[in-house]
Every structure is written in C-alpha cells, then in structure tokens.
C-alpha cells in the first residue's frame, strides 16, 4: 500500500513555510501551520499523500512508512468512518521531528506524525493509531468550521480522547486495552492537565539534545 511518488522538496518548502520564529510565539497549543522543512519526500500510503522529513540516519523511511500504514489498516479494519473523515478533512500526512507524538496544522490541513513516534517498536500500531484518531478530531473540529480563536481546548482535547477511548474499545482486546487504559487516565484530569500550557522552546532543545545524543 505504499508507493514512492519521488522528491517533493521544494514543494514542501512552498507548503510548510512556517520559521521557527512564529513557532516560538505558541505556548500551549501546537501552531496553525507546520514549521518549514529542509528537505522532504513525498510518498502515497493507503491513498494519503505522505511528506516524509527523515533527520535521523539511525531510522529508516520504510520502517516508518510501514508504521504509518499499519497504523491507517487499524483504523480502515476496525472504525472506517474515521478513516473516511480523514480522506476528506486531511491534505496529508507529515512525518517529521518534533516535540510530540502528532499535531494537526489548519493551515496546511496536515496531520503530522511524529518520525521517533513511529519507529518504536516497544508500542503497537494501535497506540500509533489512536493518536492519528486523536489528530483526526481536531481537523474534524476545524473542517466543521469552530472558529479557532473560540476553542474550549480542554473540551476539545476532551472529545478527542473519547475518540482515542471508542477506538481502543473497537479494537481486539490485546491491541485495545492500553488505549483504553490511556485514554481513561487522561478524561480524569483537570483542564490545565488535559491541556496544558506547551513551552515550545524548551521543547525544542530536548528534541535536540536526544537527537545529538542518538547521532554522537
């Protein structure tokens, strides 16, 4: 299910123009559009157009392309609604580094998954899965036309961990339960907790610091 469509580097440069500079005005929530890659492929998984940023010599592309589609044959095998909501809210995936699992970009209608994320292999393609589903809500909340600006971000955090939580249920005992179990501990939490307040900048450096550390 997964083919190679060749370089798209300076498309991607085009589409995911964000500096860092406006990254860094984000506290608390992922920013509205993707920060501006180096380089990157583009590759076709389950008919989703997939730009692929690899910074990491230690991982290899088709390892996390493997993941990623076994992540969406979950969803299409267990919940295809939700796989056909992302046919028509999502441009695209992105698979690059960054300081959290996944983030949907408005701007560019991206969901991004995170390329260290994807190369465990000590989490199932379940636990890969519910955090695209997770993704999912929030670019359903933005196709249906929630004005950003107006967001409860714990409400809407909230929805998509009962997204997680129906999935996980839909799922095979063994593959669901610590889903389930996840999703369950993170609807207990209060506002700040199930939403908190992100210093990207921070973030950043520890990303950093792991990747120099996995590359010395």
Known sequence: ???VAGSAAMEARKT???????????FGSPP???PAPASAETYSVRGFRVLVENTRPDITTAEVLARLDEALALIEQYQPWRLWHLERDLVQFRIARFPCRGAYFPDERTCLTELTFLARRDITAAIVAS???HEGIHARVDRMGVRRENRDRAREERLCRRAELEFGR??????????????I???????EEVAPAIDWVEALDR???????AQA
């Open 1 to 3: 299910m997964i083919d």
């Open 16 to 26: 995911l123009h964000l500096t860092l500079d406006r990254l860094l005005e984000w």
């Open 32 to 34: 509205e559009s993707a």
């Open 131 to 133: 955090s695209i589903v």
């Open 170 to 183: 839909a799922l095979p005992a063994e593959l669901g339960e610590p889903v389930v179990a996840r999703a």
């Open 185 to 191: 501990e993170t609807l207990t939490l209060a506002d």
């Open 207 to 213: 990303q950093r610091a792991v990747d120099r550390s």
